[in-house]
């Protein structure tokens, strides 16, 4: 894993940027990312660019042994082109036009805007495309998919609808615009829905989907555009790229059609609580650990273009990290398969809106940070271990067993966002909440899309999958007839693609594939313990359970035992062909349940598990063997007799690290 930094040259008088680049390949740093919030530098007035401060920086780059990551300036316009053309800002739903001074206020369907991204990247792609320095593009900063209710943006967003529907009957069916007098005679009558004026409680849910469908399809549109820009002005040895946030929840990364491979931005500690006494020092590992999944999975490239390198300026409490929590974060994105871990930033400013952002040096400009200090010593520490590396490891087999598959899909969680039917409802949470009890069996978990191929996992687990057709019933039960185990939850297949509630028993698109009907759902309050029995243990919910009526009493794993229904089945399974389906009906909040079940499916399947504590992962990665702890105490790790400790002891203090081959 390569280690890069983020430099801001424009920020710093000419003088100091030599001494810094020296510094940088000092320290060890392998690149330098550069240029993505500077257009006003490089077009200071419309049609006059300025390159040559950016060729002067390559240049001592170069001089300095270190690459470039050079970013697109399109996620902030330089002010003359607002004044000059106001209408490339996006509108907010009370149809204010958007102003200069922050970041991604671009309406991405304006074709002022478009013409303007279209001769800056042909610039910069014409004078570094082919320069040995640049190793790789980054298109745009952190891609947000806004809804924009701007002019362009209305008759973009009518288009999208006449293209996708054909007639507006098509529209008004899956609208259900009869409801409260929706109906429309032609798409030039509609307007984007707007839950902010509407009301949040009567917008059209499905109205609502197609919005976010769109704003994802434009901001994916608008990167294929500047990539497409891009590809025939560069290197083949150089890479396209971008950097969404870790848990992005607006832009969908897959829709992306030319870019090379995606990489990410996380921050864990946001000045939450986290696990623990000592976990707001240590930050939430699960952000990470969901990246490393989605972007990451097994044979795919990516990276961590920004990586929080101390505390931050816009965290609800902006602690000081534990001594040795950033480099723990670096190896957690080692262990993560990553190819690449980039801070950002350099040097810490002194002036602007992230003043108190900390960086790689303090003030000073030489100074090392304790996070500096954490960098440098991951980087001498990942010279000695590319000296340990045996290109012939293999995968052990007890982890290629294990190897998980989760499925999402984007429109699940914009639709249980609209329609959460609890305030205990928490989409991402919930789907996190299942990929961390698989990581905590020692398990590598891969998240899929459902057009993807199943038949490579033992275990497939589709937390939530709200939106199914008859297609994706038929894949689930053909990988599950071919020996494959599905894990289904509550809340799965209640809805058509369009997000209308089947005309039936409630999920009963799925009730041949669990062999139970579900006669309907509960929430309790926040203070009220519901209770269930199964695997000879009682566990509590109050969040979500499905009534389930098994057609075979034998399948029943879980039972409710208080409330009016006690009797009635939370968990159920069912064998088809070689494989099988199983269908948690509850969410818990300690998880225990959840996790009990999942591990009766891996043992059913002759599949191995840990036990890992919450914050304690253990991941193998090209032969190492690396565990990290973002919990409060102590973990002994139980190692081999023959193992050979490259770093770290077998007790992984809080913030502590170990690599190890076997």
């Known amino acids: 894993m390569s280690l890069g930094i983020y430099y801001y040259p424009e920020h710093w008088d000419k003088s100091e940027w030599e001494g810094d680049i020296k ?27 300025i390159f040559e401060w950016l060729d002067e920086v390559i240049a001592l780059a170069s001089k300095y042994n270190l690459k470039v990551i050079l970013g ?11 004044i000059k053309y106001p209408e490339i800002y996006l509108m907010n739903a009370d149809y204010q036009r958007q102003e200069h001074g922050t970041r991604d206020q671009q309406s991405l369907s304006n074709p002022i805007w478009k013409r303007f991204t279209k001769k800056i990247v042909t610039k910069l792609g014409e004078r570094y495309g082919n320069n040995p320095t640049v190793i790789g593009w980054q298109i745009d900063n952190e891609p947000w998919a806004k809804p924009d209710f701007s002019p362009s943006s209305q008759e973009a967003f009518k288009k999208w609808l006449e293209t996708k529907y054909e007639t507006i009957e098509n529209l008004n069916n899956a609208w259900g615009a009869s409801f409260w007098n929706q109906t429309y005679s032609s798409f030039s009558e509609i307007k984007i829905p707007n839950a902010k004026l509407v009301g949040w409680w009567g917008i059209n849910p499905h109205s609502l989907l197609d919005l976010k469908r769109y704003s994802a399809d434009t901001q994916a549109d608008f990167l294929d555009f500047q990539a497409e820009i891009l590809r025939p002005l560069i290197s083949k040895n150089q890479y396209i790229t971008t950097n969404y946030t870790a848990t992005n929840q607006s832009a969908d990364p897959r829709r992306t059609k030319k870019l090379d491979f995606n990489s990410f931005t ?35 490239t990516s990276g961590i273009m920004e990586l929080q390198p101390g505390y931050v300026n816009w965290g609800g409490i902006n602690s000081l990290l534990l001594p040795g929590t950033v480099r723990m974060w670096l190896y957690h994105c080692f262990g993560g398969n990553l190819s690449f871990a980039c801070s950002y930033r350099y040097r810490q400013i002194n002036y602007g809106a992230e003043q108190y952002h900390s960086g790689i040096v303090k003030l000073d400009g030489l100074t090392l940070s304790q996070g500096g200090k954490e960098y440098k010593q991951v980087i001498e520490e990942m010279e000695m271990l590319r000296k340990a590396y045996n290109p012939k490891a293999e995968i052990p087999k007890k982890i290629k067993e294990r190897k998980t598959a989760l499925l999402w899909n984007y429109d699940n969680t914009w639709s249980m966002a609209q329609q959460g039917q609890t305030n205990q409802w928490n989409t991402l949470q919930f789907f996190q909440k299942y990929l961390e009890i698989v990581k905590s069996f020692g398990a590598p978990a891969d998240i899929i899309y459902e057009n993807d191929d199943l038949s490579k996992y033992k275990v497939v687990i589709a937390p939530a999958f709200e939106l199914v057709d008859n297609a994706l019933i038929d894949k689930w039960k053909n990988y599950v007839k071919q020996g494959g185990n599905l894990v289904l939850t509550l809340r799965t297949g209640v809805k058509d693609r369009n997000g209308h509630i089947f005309s039936a028993g409630w999920g009963e698109k799925i009730y041949s594939l669990i062999n139970a009907e579900i006669e309907n759902f509960d929430q309790l309050l926040p203070s009220t313990k519901g209770t269930i029995e199964g695997l000879k243990n009682e566990y509590f919910w109050n969040n979500w359970a499905d009534l389930i009526v098994p057609n075979n009493p034998k399948n029943v794993l879980a039972t409710y035992t208080n409330q009016f229904y006690a009797g009635k089945a939370a968990v159920v399974t069912h064998k088809i062909g070689k494989g099988t389906v199983t269908y948690i009906g509850v969410d818990t909040d300690d998880a225990l349940l959840e996790k009990d079940v999942l591990r009766s499916v891996y043992f059913q399947a002759n599949i191995t598990t840990e036990n890992y504590p919450e914050g304690v992962y253990v991941q193998w ?27 770290g002891t077998k007790i992984l203090k809080p913030g502590g690290v170990c690599v190890w081959t076997e």
């Open 621 to 647: 990665r090209d032969g190492f063997w690396v565990a990290v702890n973002y919990a409060s105490e102590d973990y002994e790790l139980k190692l081999p007799v023959k193992t050979n400790l490259l770093i």
């Open 23 to 49: 510094n940088i390949a000092e320290i060890g740093f392998e690149f330098i990312h550069i240029a993505e919030f500077s257009w006003i530098d490089m077009e200071p007035s419309e049609g006059v660019y």
């Open 266 to 300: 996380s921050y864990p500690n946001k000045g939450n609580a986290n696990i623990g006494d000592l976990g707001f020092r240590l930050g939430d590992p699960k952000e990470l650990s969901f990246a490393f999944s989605f972007y990451a999975p097994e044979n795919h």
């Open 72 to 82: 697109t300036p399109t996620s902030i316009t330089p002010v003359w082109m607002g």
